[in-house]
Protein backbone atom coordinates (compact mmCIF):
# COMPACT_ATOMS: atom_id res chain seq x y z
CA UNK A 1 0.00 0.00 0.00
CA UNK A 2 2.97 2.09 0.59
CA UNK A 3 4.08 1.81 -2.72
CA UNK A 4 1.06 2.24 -4.34
CA UNK A 5 0.79 5.99 -2.28
CA UNK A 6 4.30 6.96 -3.47
CA UNK A 7 3.95 5.72 -6.46
CA UNK A 8 0.85 7.76 -7.08
CA UNK A 9 2.01 10.98 -5.42
CA UNK A 10 5.56 10.32 -7.49
CA UNK A 11 3.45 10.86 -10.75
CA UNK A 12 1.17 13.42 -9.39
CA UNK A 13 3.89 15.87 -8.94
CA UNK A 14 5.98 14.72 -11.89
CA UNK A 15 2.85 15.66 -14.06
CA UNK A 16 2.49 18.71 -12.19
CA UNK A 17 6.03 20.06 -12.58
CA UNK A 18 5.83 18.90 -16.38
CA UNK A 19 3.52 21.29 -17.16
CA UNK A 20 5.81 24.19 -15.45
CA UNK A 21 7.55 26.74 -17.49
CA UNK A 22 9.29 28.77 -15.00
CA UNK A 23 13.22 28.39 -15.08
CA UNK A 24 16.03 29.35 -17.45
CA UNK A 25 15.29 28.66 -21.34
CA UNK A 26 18.01 28.55 -24.15
CA UNK A 27 16.30 30.78 -27.18
CA UNK A 28 16.96 29.06 -30.87
CA UNK A 29 15.94 31.73 -33.52
CA UNK A 30 14.04 30.13 -35.72
CA UNK A 31 15.38 31.22 -39.27
CA UNK A 32 18.92 30.20 -38.25
CA UNK A 33 18.65 27.63 -35.92
CA UNK A 34 21.26 29.20 -33.88
CA UNK A 35 21.09 30.12 -30.05
CA UNK A 36 20.32 34.12 -29.06
CA UNK A 37 19.69 34.17 -25.70
CA UNK A 38 19.07 32.48 -22.28
CA UNK A 39 15.61 33.82 -20.96
CA UNK A 40 14.10 33.19 -17.24
CA UNK A 41 10.75 32.37 -17.17
CA UNK A 42 9.00 33.15 -13.39
CA UNK A 43 5.13 33.94 -11.63
CA UNK A 44 4.70 37.33 -10.42
CA UNK A 45 2.85 38.61 -7.94
CA UNK A 46 -0.06 38.68 -10.26
CA UNK A 47 -0.28 34.82 -10.73
CA UNK A 48 1.14 35.49 -14.47
CA UNK A 49 4.50 34.59 -16.32
CA UNK A 50 6.95 36.51 -17.17
CA UNK A 51 9.96 36.82 -18.84
CA UNK A 52 13.19 38.45 -18.74
CA UNK A 53 16.25 37.78 -20.95
CA UNK A 54 19.15 36.99 -18.62
CA UNK A 55 22.16 36.57 -21.00
CA UNK A 56 23.26 37.19 -24.91
CA UNK A 57 24.77 34.10 -26.29
CA UNK A 58 25.71 36.81 -29.35
CA UNK A 59 26.73 40.04 -28.86
CA UNK A 60 23.73 42.30 -30.41
CA UNK A 61 24.65 45.78 -32.40
CA UNK A 62 23.24 47.61 -30.04
CA UNK A 63 22.89 46.53 -26.24
CA UNK A 64 19.37 48.49 -25.61
CA UNK A 65 16.47 48.05 -27.14
CA UNK A 66 16.44 50.71 -29.56
CA UNK A 67 13.50 49.13 -32.30
CA UNK A 68 11.04 49.00 -29.14
CA UNK A 69 7.76 51.20 -29.24
CA UNK A 70 6.05 50.98 -25.90
CA UNK A 71 8.05 51.08 -22.47
CA UNK A 72 10.78 48.90 -22.73
CA UNK A 73 12.51 51.54 -25.52
CA UNK A 74 15.98 52.11 -25.03
CA UNK A 75 16.10 49.19 -22.31
CA UNK A 76 19.21 47.40 -21.92
CA UNK A 77 18.50 44.05 -23.33
CA UNK A 78 19.64 41.99 -20.33
CA UNK A 79 16.66 42.10 -17.96
CA UNK A 80 14.29 43.28 -20.85
CA UNK A 81 10.81 41.58 -20.24
CA UNK A 82 10.09 40.18 -23.60
CA UNK A 83 7.44 38.38 -22.41
CA UNK A 84 4.64 39.21 -20.31
CA UNK A 85 0.67 38.46 -19.12
CA UNK A 86 0.93 34.80 -19.54
CA UNK A 87 -1.65 32.53 -17.62
CA UNK A 88 -1.77 28.79 -17.01
CA UNK A 89 -4.47 27.09 -19.07
CA UNK A 90 -4.67 23.47 -19.02
CA UNK A 91 -1.13 22.43 -20.05
CA UNK A 92 -0.77 25.53 -21.99
CA UNK A 93 0.24 28.93 -21.44
CA UNK A 94 -1.77 31.56 -23.13
CA UNK A 95 -3.15 35.24 -23.26
CA UNK A 96 0.30 37.02 -22.95
CA UNK A 97 2.40 38.77 -25.19
CA UNK A 98 6.04 38.14 -26.64
CA UNK A 99 8.28 40.60 -27.69
CA UNK A 100 11.28 40.37 -30.62
CA UNK A 101 14.29 43.07 -29.51
CA UNK A 102 15.37 42.90 -32.95
CA UNK A 103 12.32 44.04 -34.91
CA UNK A 104 10.60 45.30 -31.74
CA UNK A 105 7.33 43.80 -32.64
CA UNK A 106 4.81 42.85 -29.97
CA UNK A 107 3.01 39.10 -30.63
CA UNK A 108 0.38 37.28 -29.14
CA UNK A 109 1.87 34.12 -27.61
CA UNK A 110 1.40 30.39 -26.42
CA UNK A 111 4.03 28.18 -24.95
CA UNK A 112 3.10 24.49 -24.60
CA UNK A 113 6.27 22.42 -22.98
CA UNK A 114 7.07 19.03 -23.79
CA UNK A 115 9.76 17.56 -21.65
CA UNK A 116 12.77 19.84 -22.07
CA UNK A 117 11.43 22.37 -24.43
CA UNK A 118 9.39 24.82 -24.75
CA UNK A 119 7.56 25.25 -28.12
CA UNK A 120 6.79 29.04 -28.52
CA UNK A 121 3.97 30.84 -30.42
CA UNK A 122 4.25 34.27 -31.03
CA UNK A 123 1.56 35.89 -33.56
CA UNK A 124 -0.95 38.14 -34.94
CA UNK A 125 -4.50 37.49 -34.71
CA UNK A 126 -5.18 33.69 -35.04
CA UNK A 127 -2.65 31.35 -33.90
CA UNK A 128 -2.57 30.07 -37.31
CA UNK A 129 -0.87 32.72 -38.63
CA UNK A 130 3.00 33.88 -36.61
CA UNK A 131 6.40 31.20 -36.33
CA UNK A 132 7.10 28.75 -33.40
CA UNK A 133 10.45 28.88 -31.40
CA UNK A 134 11.83 25.50 -29.94
CA UNK A 135 13.52 26.59 -26.68
CA UNK A 136 15.91 24.49 -24.65
CA UNK A 137 15.58 23.83 -21.03
CA UNK A 138 19.31 25.24 -18.98
CA UNK A 139 20.02 23.33 -16.00
Known amino acids: MKKFIFSTLAVFFATFSFAQIEGKWKTIDDETGKAKSIVEISKNSN ?25 RKNKPLIG ?4 RGLKKEGNDF ?17 IKRQGDELNVRGYIGFSLIGRTQTWHKVN
Open 47 to 71: GQYVGKIIQLVNKPANNNCVKCTDD
Open 80 to 83: LEII
Open 94 to 110: TGGTIMDPSSGKVYKCT
